[in-house]
Structures are given as C-alpha cells and as structure tokens.
C-alpha cells in the first residue's frame, strides 16, 4: 500500500537477499529495478510481489535485472510501458512459474525480448496491453507443470512480436487472444509441447491483420487455430512443422486474406482445415505434406485460388468433400499432378469455377483423378460413389465452350457407375447396353450406324434367299398360274418382290411399304432370322430416338 508521489528507483546496486512486495503500491511516476538483484525469495517461491501495483509511468525491469524467484504482477496497472528486456528470470515457484502478471494492464507496450531469459513460465492470462506485446529475441527455458511457457490466454493487445531468435521450451498460449493488429513469429523455434502435443495453441484467437508464422520459424508440436479470425492473411512460408501426427490444426479458422502454406513449407503431420473459410487464396506451392492422412478440408471455402503444387509426391489422404474453391490450379507436367494415389484422395461435393495453370490436365487425366477416389487404398475401404464430382467436372467443362470434354465425361461417369457403382445385375445389364449403343443418349448416332448395318446385313439374307427359294407368297394364290415366285415372276397378277423394300419393313419401324404384306419367309430359320432383325430394329429406332430427344439422359440421372 505504499504511495509514492514521484519515482521509486531501486536501480543498479540494489541487491536482496528476500523478496521485495510492492502490493497495492501507488507510484504516481515511473517504477525502476534496472539492473537489480533479487537474489532471494520467500517461502512461496517469490522474489518480486506487486499485484495490484499502480505505476503512473514507466516500470523497468531490465538491462541486467535479476530475480531468483517468481516475479509477480498479477493486477498491476502500469500507466506507460514496461519492460523487461535483458531481465533474467531465474526463479519459479511450485507450479514451475517465473513471471505471473495475470490480468496486468500496460498503457503502451511491453517489451519481454533482446536477451529476457525465463527458467520457468511467463504467464499474462488476460493482460490487457495497449501497444505492442515484444518479446523478440526472448529465451523461454523453462514451462509451468502442463509444459506451457507462455500463457497469454484471452489477452488484449494492440501487436504481438515473437521474432527470430525468440525460442520458447514449452507452449505458447495464444487462446480467446484479441490482437488488434498483427501476430508475428518470424523465425520463431518452439521446441517444446505441453501434455498434448501442442508447441503453439491459439484457438479462437482474434486477430485483426495477418498472422506471421514463417522465415524459418518451427514448432516440435501442434501448431493450432481452431476457429481463429484473422482479419488479414496468414504465412507459413518456409515453416517446419514437425508434429509427426498433427501438424497444423485449423478447423472453422476464419482468414482475410491469403493462406501462404508454400515455399519450403514442410508438415510431418496432419493438416487439418476443415470448415475453414478463406477469403483469399490457399498456396501448396513448393510445400512438402508427409503426415498421414495428409490434408482434411472437408467444407473448406476458398474464395480465391487452390495452388496444388507440392514439393513432391503426396501420399497420405487428401480430403476436399464438401469443399468450394474459386479456382483449381495444379501443374500436370508433373505426374498426376502430384495429387495422391489411387484410394487417399476424396472429391464428393468440392465444387469449383474453373482450373488454371501453365500445365493444365487433359479431360482423361481429370477422369483419373476422380477415378482414384473410388479406388480402396491399401488396407482400406473405397469411398461411395457420387456422380457429383463428374457433374461439376462436366458443368466447367461446358460453361468453358469445352463441349466435346463435357460429353466424354458425362459418358464416363455412367460407364464408372457400373463399374464402382455396385449394381444390380439388370441394372448393369441397361447399363451396358445403353453405354454400347449410343453412349448413354450422347452419341445417339450411333444407334441410326447399328440400324443400316442391321438393314444391309437382313437385305443381304434376303438376296440370298431370293435366289434360293426361301421367300415365298404371304398370301393365298392357288387360283394364280402361273404361281408368283420371289425371283423370275413378271409381277402381273401378283405384287413382285423386292429385298431393299422388304428389308426396310421387316428393320424400320413405322415405315410400310407393303413387302411384308406380300411375302413371307420359307421355312422357320428364316422365319427366325426375320423376326430376330425386327426386334433390332425396335430397338435400336427406340434407343436413337430417346437419345436424341435427352430421355435416357434423364432416366439415368
């Protein structure tokens, strides 16, 4: 409760051999400990004890000060900056903490880098900075007893700078943070995790421009933003993250900008952006994806542009279900585009404008790659077929003028359904009968081919059995001499018979030229062999019309 008017300076040669406590002071100036030795502690751990602390000023805790225990700011209200720059922490209490200053409130910055060593956790749960929180350059050596070494769960603050060469031994706790600007740590190393693998936690975070997590910077652990709001973009580029089962957890994260996983980027784990929402592009350029599975992104939206272009090969599951982006680019000078093989890549219900690239896919190799969704992979079960992917790939195809490349892929997605489709045997049957014909109603042409081969071959048969008495009068004519004969009869009495017309009655439905009125087959083979190429021509005329008029295409769908 101590009240003091102007400046408390307890610089340079102040030295302790037991805690200072400064609770409840009142410093109407600045507040300074630089260069200070704290040597001791009391039986609680603490070498420094100042919650609820006012400094009207400045408070300085740097340039060669020193505590050998826990350093105590829980409430503290400091009116300017406070620094702690060049301190060294070398004390923690039980719970393996060096520096508390929950709830503290800085009216302008507060700098913790450029030589801050901590042997045990920083922790500013719901500190309230006005600048910049800095701890560039800062050493976190130590954790609390759950392995976290910053805590800066729901903080308010202006920026937040944890550049290269700040190392942190444990966690950094990001949660239900407010940054009003940017979140940055460049070149950062996080080495350690707490009990559940994470090395930097920031769930629900709030950030209101880009967050910073490339040139170098790596993390042993989880890196995570479940349901983050970043108002700008967010940069990986370069970065390593070295969660061999998780890597970059970032479901329902909401981004601004761009997403920068790219250049250099290495995962050894799962990257998990499901329900993501990106306002920008997402970039795997030049990005090494080693977890398996490999990318979750199921729901994902991306308003801008998908850059599929790893580093190398991806073999670990891919899932884009239900995932919309703008456009697709993929470099197909590589093999398969890089994309994983046969069974780990999931297409159901990612839709998407249209694809780009200096090396774009043929409508085969599009084929292909949805094709490898419906595929088992090793020791697995295949995905449900779904015409959907097929329909989306056919629907750009079209609205790009490429007709002829949305006729082939509609055709295959029906000859896929018999094939993946697991139909049933009559199913299969009016399948395969359809695709052979007229290509499922898009090449109805070639029921009219099958209808003339199926015409010349029956007027073939009926040359030959003209000429060997196979064809004989339909109707009575006993009374008639001479008899009416298929072949040498002058056609007075009695119509004569001609191939070309009585082929086109027995082949064409609905045409009538009274051959078959007339004239009959001698004999049951041929009798057979009449009604087998009427009922070809049934079907075929049937399957030529419905193709053209789209039915089949309807009753299919």
């Known amino acids: 409760m101590l009240v003091v008017a102007h400046e408390l300076d307890l610089t340079d040669t102040f ?4 805690a200072v406590r400064l609770l409840g002071a009142d410093i109407a100036g600045q507040l300074s400990l630089r260069g200070a030795k704290l040597n001791g502690a009391n039986r609680d751990g603490e070498a420094l004890v100042a919650d609820g602390m006012k400094v009207g000023n400045h408070a300085f805790l740097d340039e060669g000060f020193e505590a050998g225990g826990v350093v105590r700011l829980n409430g503290a209200n400091i009116g300017g900056q406070l620094y702690l720059s060049g301190a060294k922490l070398n004390g923690t209490d039980s719970s393996g903490n060096a520096l508390f200053a929950n709830g503290v409130k800085v009216g302008e910055d507060a700098f913790l880098g450029d030589g801050f060593e901590a042997r045990g956790a920083v922790r500013l749960f719901g500190a309230d900075i006005a600048g910049q929180l800095y701890l560039s350059g800062a050493m976190l050596n130590g954790t609390d007893g759950s392995g976290n070494a910053l805590v800066a769960d729901f903080v308010k603050v202006g920026t937040v700078v944890l550049e290269y060469p700040f ?4 966690t950094v706790r990001l949660l239900g943070a407010q940054i009003a600007g940017q979140l940055t740590l460049k070149g950062a190393k996080l080495n350690g995790t707490d ?3 994470n090395a930097f936690a920031a769930d629900q975070m709030k950030a209101g421009d880009t967050v910073f997590l490339d040139e170098g910077f790596e993390a042993v652990g989880v890196v995570r933003l479940i349901g983050a709001n970043i108002g700008g973009g967010l940069h990986l580029t370069g970065a390593r993250l070295n969660g061999t089962v998780d890597s970059l957890v970032a479901d329902s994260v909401k981004i601004g900008g761009h997403a ?4 250099g980027f290495t995962a050894e784990g799962k990257i998990d952006l499901h329900d993501a929402q990106i306002k920008g592009s997402l970039s795997f350029a030049d990005a090494q994806l080693s977890g398996t599975p490999a990318l979750l992104a199921t729901g994902m939206s991306v308003l801008g542009e998908l850059h599929w272009r790893p580093r190398q090969p991806v073999d670990g599951l891919v899932n884009l279900e239900r995932a919309l982006v703008r456009r697709l680019v993929d470099d197909w000078s590589r093999p398969a585009a890089y994309w994983p093989p046969k069974g780990n890549i999931r297409l159901v219900g990612l839709t998407y ?6 090396a774009p896919a043929t409508w085969k190799q599009r084929l292909d790659w949805i094709r490898c969704s419906h595929i088992a992979p090793s ?8 015409s959907q992917p097929y329909e989306q790939l056919a629907r750009v195809y079209s609205q790009a003028g490429q007709d002829t490349e949305a006729r082939e892929v509609a055709i295959a997605r029906r000859e896929d359904l018999r094939k993946y489709g697991h139909l049933s045997r009559p199913r299969w049957f009016g399948n395969w009968l359809l695709g052979k014909t007229i290509a499922h109603g898009y090449k109805p042409l070639r029921a009219v081919v099958m209808l003339l081969a199926v015409y010349l071959i029956t007027l073939t048969a009926l040359l030959f059995a003209q000429h060997h008495g196979a064809i004989a009068p339909a109707k ?7 008899s009416p004969a298929a072949l040498g009869y002058d056609c007075k009495a009695y119509p004569c018979f001609y191939p070309a017309g009585y082929a086109v009655d027995v082949v064409v439905p609905l045409i009538n030229v009274h051959q078959a009125e007339n004239w009959r087959p001698n004999g049951w083979g041929w009798a057979a062999g009449i009604w087998g190429a009427t009922g070809a021509g049934w079907a075929l005329s049937t399957l030529a019309v419905v193709g053209y008029t789209g039915l089949v295409r309807k009753v299919e769908k």
Do not use: H, I, V, Y
């Open 15 to 18: 030295f302790t051999s037991g």
């Open 167 to 170: 190392e942190a031994s444990g």
């Open 195 to 197: 009990e559940m693998g």
């Open 260 to 263: 920068f996983l790219d250049e």
């Open 353 to 358: 404008d249209g694809f780009g690239g200096d």
């Open 379 to 386: 020791g697995g079960s295949p995905a449900r077929f779904s």
């Open 476 to 482: 009575d004519t006993q009374k008639l001499n001479p």
